[in-house]
């Protein structure tokens, strides 16, 4: 079965500083997507940044980018440039394939992101 | 971007009586959603896939004669917890995907979940 793995349960950073988020899971499929979710205090769930598996190519939206390392089964989220607005609990999820899966996300335990002013 | 609802988003009941959530994706079709239940500071997890026109999966430890699940069409589905009892207190998202394409690419939207407390 695959897991998700967040390890940091919270982290900080100053406001216009960077920071990463860190994301692990483990599979036997080869093709799959994974994604970075947001859920702000109102509880909402906001997708961030997705990745498919089999672009070599690291994503990028804006301000947050991803490291995927494939072969290592690691996908780190960065920010760059936090914002008050970014404060937030982020969730890394795992999607494999609609016809073994149905399509289901499978979620990391979460990051608290708290961002200083 | 599309829309998913959830109605209501807060209900509060005694125990011993059942609750229906709604989940209606408003600008699409969605033949499949997902029911999530959410403790507080913990992550989502999956409680069962409803399907359209067929009965609903349900993930391991799910109870599916208490969390019935009914894909009534293709922007409608319901959560309906019976005989509610304090420990099912929790808050339940329900999300729907736009669309399968040749890629296999989606996007999955969220409802704006449902705090359910039983008193």
């Known amino acids: 079965a695959q897991t998700v793995t967040q390890s940091q349960p919270e982290m900080s950073v100053q406001e216009a500083e960077t920071v990463t988020l860190s994301c692990t899971y483990d599979t036997s499929e080869s093709d799959y997507y994974l994604f970075w979710y947001k859920q702000p205090p109102s509880r909402q769930m906001i997708l961030v940044i997705r990745?498919?598996?089999?672009?070599?190519q690291n994503a990028t939206e804006n301000r947050f980018s991803v490291n995927f390392q494939k072969a290592a089964k690691s996908f780190s989220l960065k920010i760059s440039d936090s914002q008050l607005g970014d404060a937030a609990m982020y969730f890394c999820?795992?999607?494999?394939?609609?016809?073994?899966?149905?399509?289901?996300?499978?979620f990391g335990q979460g990051t608290e992101l708290s961002v200083k002013p | 971007g599309a829309v998913v609802s959830q109605h209501p988003s807060w209900v509060i009941c005694k125990s011993g009586t059942s609750v229906k959530i709604e989940c209606r994706s408003l600008d699409f079709q969605a033949t499949t959603m997902f029911w999530y239940r959410q403790f507080p500071k913990q992550s989502l997890m999956l409680m069962a896939t409803?399907?359209?026109?067929?009965?609903?999966?349900?993930e391991q430890g799910v109870e599916k004669d208490k969390f019935l699940i009914n894909h009534a069409s293709l922007t409608l589905s319901t959560l309906t917890v019976t005989s509610a009892h304090p420990e099912d207190s929790s808050f339940y998202i329900c999300?729907?995907?736009?669309?399968?394409?040749?890629?296999?690419?989606?996007?999955?939207?969220f409802g704006p979940g449902t705090r359910l407390t039983v008193l």
């Open positions: 999300s729907a995907p736009e669309g399968w394409r040749e890629d296999y690419t989606d996007t999955q939207y």
């Open positions: 990745q498919e598996a089999y672009k070599q």
């Open positions: 409803s399907n359209e026109g067929s009965k609903a999966t349900y």
């Open positions: 999820a795992y999607r494999g394939s609609i016809y073994n899966q149905g399509g289901k996300l499978i």
